[in-house]
């Protein structure tokens, strides 16, 4: 018997990533995560000036 649960949720292959357009500098992207279009998506500089700052 084998537990089905392993390897799942922290396996490391490939990420599926998809294709997306910065809304801050309009520059093409990718996001490891499905744009749900409700979002503005940045890239991985904007995400870094966009994200909330909690300190
Ligand atoms: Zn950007």
Not at 21 to 33: I, N, R, S
């Amino acid at each position: 018997m084998y537990d089905d649960r392993r390897g799942r949720g922290y396996d490391r292959g490939p990420q599926e990533m998809h294709d997306v357009t910065c809304a801050d500098c309009g520059k093409e992207t990718q996001v490891p995560f499905k744009p749900d279009g409700t979002r503005p998506v940045y890239c991985r500089e904007c995400y870094q000036k966009h994200r909330p700052q909690r300190y």
